[in-house]
């Protein structure tokens, strides 16, 4: 997938996270990424983060980099 879209579905995952009352909002979108984004997308977003990351909400990239943990 182009890094756009990639971009425009984990900043729309983040943006509904942040209004959700858990104070682990980073660790809500890495679940969700775990959960229904297969591994060649997870590996996009992964190595995307890693290089600069621009575009990302904030959330959106806490999570990314939370994910080369897993």
């Given at each position: 997938?182009?890094?756009?879209?990639?971009?425009?579905?984990?900043n729309q995952i983040a943006?509904?996270?942040?209004?959700?009352?858990?104070?682990?909002?980073?660790?809500?979108?890495?679940?969700?990424?775990?959960?229904?984004?297969?591994?060649?997308?997870?590996?996009?977003?992964?190595?995307?983060?890693?290089?600069?990351?621009?575009g990302l909400d904030p959330?959106?990239?806490?999570?990314?980099?939370?994910?080369?943990s897993h």
């Amino acid at each position: 997938m182009t890094d756009e879209k990639m971009i425009r579905m984990v900043n729309q995952i983040a943006t509904f996270f942040a209004t959700q009352p858990d104070t682990d909002k980073a660790g809500k979108v890495a679940a969700h990424i775990m959960d229904f984004w297969d591994p060649t997308m997870r590996a996009q977003l992964i190595q995307f983060a890693q290089r600069d990351g621009a575009g990302l909400d904030p959330i959106a990239l806490d999570a990314a980099q939370s994910l080369t943990s897993h």
